[in-house]
T-cell receptor, first 110, second 112 residues
Framework: QQPVQSPQAVILREGEDAVINCSSS?????VHWYRQKHGEAPVFLMI?????EQKGHEKISASFNEKKQQSSLYLTASQLSYSGTYFC???????????FGTGTRLKVLA | NAGVTQTPKFQVLKTGQSMTLQCAQD?????MYWYRQDPGMGLRLIYY???????DKGEVPNGYNVSRLNKREFSLRLESAAPSQTSVYFC???????????FGQGTRLTVV
């Protein structure tokens, strides 16, 4: 039931781009993206809603394909501060149950 | 502007001991959640509460109980701690339906 993220881990050099994918076996009405730094709690980055509306971050964007039950997070011109673990999160429709994807560890090197 | 407050931040228990993790939010959110995160792993839902007076099991409820005391507070109880419950526990809250989750700072629990 947990959304599956890919890749599991990625290493980048500063300035490079990355894409993180989140696939669900259940219908998605909205998807949230979070970043978790080591030893800290996850922090909200952006929300994707049905119809493609997104709210979030300047250099981080995302897409949401409701039919494919997928969302992708695009990090452009990565900075050292982008390092961390990224999670997608979603509420399972009709349940009030909020679950997270498997996570993607991202490390940006100087 | 406290957000979600969890206590304690750290705890060491002996096998068989019991304890309660406390969580309170001041954002008037309806939904509250307890997750556990094992090293290098994702967040797994233990229990959740969609409103005051209701609680439901998540993905890994065995060995835990919860209480939604009021709209603000949601506690997690370990009745008889086991080493397998060594983990970082996060409480979170959200507006049901569309809202993102806001997290407490986490409780690092070690059971020896």
């Amino acid at each position: 039931q947990q959304p599956v993220q890919s890749p599991q881990a990625v290493i980048l050099r500063e300035g490079e781009d990355a894409v993180i994918n989140c696939s669900s076996s259940k219908a998605l009405y909205s998807v949230h993206w979070y970043r978790q730094k080591h030893g800290e709690a996850p922090v909200f980055l952006m929300i994707l809603l049905k119809g493609g509306e997104q709210k979030g971050h300047e250099k981080i964007s995302a897409s949401f394909n409701e039919k494919k039950q997928q969302s992708s997070l695009y990090l452009t011109a990565s900075q050292l501060s982008y390092s961390g673990t990224y999670f997608c999160g979603t509420e399972i429709p009709g349940t009030y149950k909020y679950i997270f994807g498997t996570g993607t560890r991202l490390k940006v090197l100087a | 502007n406290a957000g979600v407050t969890q206590t304690p931040k750290f705890q060491v228990l002996k096998t068989g001991q019991s304890m309660t993790l406390q969580c309170a939010q001041d954002m008037n959110h309806n939904s509250m959640y307890w997750y556990r995160q094992d090293p290098g792993m994702g967040l797994r839902l233990i229990y959740y509460s969609a409103s005051e007076g209701t609680t439901d099991k998540g993905e890994v409820p065995n060995g835990y109980n919860v209480s939604r005391l009021n709209k603000r507070e949601f506690s997690l109880r370990l009745e008889s701690a086991a080493p397998s419950q060594t983990s970082v526990y996060f409480c979170a809250s959200s507006n049901t339906g569309m809202g993102e989750a806001f997290f407490g700072q986490g409780t690092r629990l070690t059971v020896v």
